[in-house]
């Protein structure tokens, strides 16, 4: 039985077609040859969908491959909207969102279970994740003994790491070839613009949302003894429902780096948190010059270019200073030019060492 265009079936369940329908768009053929099927739109209860098993995919062919697995699919349909959404119709990218209910096999498409120890909340089950991702990276279910049970065991007590702290950024030439299995985890390091340069060079991205108390710790730990790139990452000092939210923050800050996603380029040169030292971007402002009476710096009136980029260097060190000093305790001192250390030392830093150092410490 073939499928409708944008539907995935990937264990050759039966589809309920009555339940759903399908939108296509036909782009300017001028720019591409591809027909781009936008996600499904379900007019269905819950129930019919899970009884559906449809992994909704958008099935875009693009330059980056981006999969994502949730219990809630239909949450990404936000991105064809705006930028991310021209991203996919210009071939940019190639996304598709499974439904982790896909890969179950009991009536009620469970993909949870008691903690293991006690105590409140569900935890998210191995068995349907792993065949999930299986399927999705292309791995054969491998065959588990009771020895190798417990050699996993032990590693899955081990602390989050992303191995990537002192290694350099990925660049076009030094992309990541192979794909990585990237988890949102309140528990784990967090994601940085640093982490988000370097997923941008990556071939093909598959993020895991999890729900509930979260995922079984042995998920990432089977997976990165495989050899797959695993990451965890946290967006923050709090806890959310799922990783929905968490997925959808770092692919913006993740595909907004591609080369051709943004209109300008040069709108992502001097942002916030970028480059070597990086800094807080200094503060913007647009015409009407006098706006209720509170008027714009009068440098940038000036037309001195020179002036007006010493001007905004100069906010953005005092900016950072005041809101995240941690970022200028990080600075190279070496790579600093006269000006900004006459700036960072009338704020109160010393920069004769390999760092600033705030002499109010």
């Known amino acids: 039985m073939s499928l409708p265009l944008g ?30 099927p936008y996600p499904l739109t379900a007019h269905a209860t819950p129930s019919h969908r899970r009884t559906a098993r449809i992994s909704a995919r958008v099935s875009y062919h693009g330059d980056m491959q981006i999969d994502i697995v949730s219990v809630f699919p239909d949450y990404f349909e936000v991105l064809n909207v705006g930028l991310f959404g021209k991203a996919i119709e210009r071939g940019l990218l190639d996304v598709h969102t499974h439904d982790l209910r896909s890969w179950t096999h009991d009536v009620h498409h469970s993909v949870d279970d ?8 569900m935890v998210m089950k191995p068995e349907v994740w792993a065949e999930c991702l299986d399927d999705l990276l292309g791995f054969e279910p491998p065959s588990i003994t009771a020895a190798s ?24 030439e030094n992309a990541l070839p192979k794909p990585v299995l990237i988890f949102p985890n309140p528990s784990a390091p967090l994601f940085t613009q640093r982490d988000a340069t370097e997923l941008s060079h990556a071939s093909h ?18 997976y990165r003894a495989q050899g797959v790139d695993v990451r965890e990452y946290s967006i923050g000092d709090y806890v959310l429902n799922g990783g929905e939210v968490a997925v959808s923050v770092m692919l913006e800050a993740i ?32 015409k009407p010059a006098i706006w209720r009476g509170m008027g714009v710096p009068e440098v940038l ?15 953005a060190i005092a900016h950072t200073d005041q809101v995240r000093p ?21 704020l109160g830093w010393e920069v004769s060492g390999d760092h600033p150092r705030k002499l109010s410490d």
């Open 326 to 346: 941690d970022l200028i305790r990080q600075m190279d001192c070496k790579a600093l030019d006269k000006a900004d250390r006459k700036t960072l030392m009338t």
């Open 255 to 286: 595909t907004r780096l591609i080369p051709g996603f943004m209109g300008n380029p040069d709108s992502i040169a001097e942002e916030s948190y970028t480059g070597s030292n990086a800094l807080l971007e200094h503060y913007q402002y647009t």
């Open 301 to 315: 009136t000036s037309g001195d270019h020179g002036k007006v980029d010493r001007f905004r260097r100069d906010e």
């Open 205 to 222: 991205l598959l993020f895991g949302c999890g729900r509930y108390e979260g995922y079984d710790a042995r998920i990432p730990c089977y």
């Open 114 to 121: 008691t903690p293991v120890g006690g105590g409140a909340g």
């Open 149 to 172: 049970n417990e050699t996993q065991h032990s590693n899955a007590s081990a602390p989050i790491s992303n191995n990537t702290t002192d290694e350099p950024a990925a660049t076009s």
């Open 7 to 36: 539907a995935v079936n990937p264990r050759n369940r039966p589809i309920h077609h009555e339940h759903y329908m399908f939108t296509t768009l036909v782009t300017d053929f001028s720019r591409t040859s591809h027909i781009f």
